[in-house]
């Protein structure tokens, strides 16, 4: 079945840094897809969405400067976390909405998370 | 704005009890969708079960079923028969009926089973 991927699962930056997160479709197309945020114990945040070929669309509160977000493809969004601090620790998660069935059978796929620790 | 309410941060239920978890959510839209996630320690977004907000039946997957009050903006999760493998982090959320996938959580329930 369609699957979005999430790579990679956990990384370790040094502060000052800049990280590099893919999400990308398996087997369907995703003219958008949507990046969330979570912390320990608590909700996922909607970051951003991202749209193929256009700029992301960043929820209220969102630094666009620092949480780059580029969809060149219908399959792979990124999103690069620039000049990461300690408090950019945290979860993020991508999702994709798989269309080929019509907008009432289109199932909503999560990508794994990536565990991001800046040191 | 949506927003979507979990008041019970932690429930706890013994096995094969039965244990409801509650959301309130809050929305003028009238074509939107209702879900419930359940998010293990591995943090993977599981669908539980899913509600259209144009269907007045109450959705059901085996042991999970919804109590949908529309009118009330109620959206309430009921496990029955709960198992270990039910204990996680539950997240009610919504989708405006016109988005492509953008969620609304709330601010999730951990549910303990215990044996």
């Known amino acids: 079945g369609a699957v979005v991927s999430q790579h990679p699962s956990r990384v370790i930056c040094k502060s000052g840094t800049s990280v590099k997160i893919e999400c990308r479709s398996l087997d369907f197309q995703a003219t958008t897809m949507f990046w969330y945020r979570q912390f320990p114990k608590q909700s996922l945040m909607l970051m951003a969405t991202?749209?193929?070929?256009?700029?992301?669309?960043?929820e209220q509160g969102v630094e666009k400067d620092k949480f780059l977000i580029n969809h060149a493809s219908l399959t792979l969004s990124t999103l690069t976390v620039t000049s990461a601090h300690p408090e950019d620790s945290s979860f993020y998660i991508c999702?994709?909405?798989?269309?080929?069935?019509?907008?009432?059978?289109?199932?909503?796929?999560f990508g794994n998370g990536t565990r991001l620790t800046v040191t | 704005a949506q927003t979507v309410t979990q008041s019970q941060p932690e429930m706890s239920v013994q096995e094969a009890e039965t244990v409801t978890l509650s959301c309130t959510y809050d929305t003028s839209e009238s074509d939107y969708y209702l879900f419930w996630y359940k998010q293990p320690p591995s943090r993977q977004m599981i669908l539980v079960i899913r509600q259209e907000a144009y269907k007045q039946q109450n959705a059901t997957e085996n042991r999970f079923s919804v109590n949908f009050q529309k009118a009330a903006k109620s959206f309430s999760l009921k496990i029955s028969d709960s198992q270990l493998g039910d204990a996680a982090m539950y997240f009610c959320a919504y989708e405006r009926g016109t988005s492509y996938g953008k969620l609304t959580f709330g601010q999730g329930t951990i549910l303990t089973v215990h044996p």
């Open positions: 991202s749209n193929e070929g256009s700029k992301a669309t960043y």
């Open positions: 999702s994709a909405r798989d269309f080929r069935h019509g907008r009432y059978n289109s199932p909503l796929h």
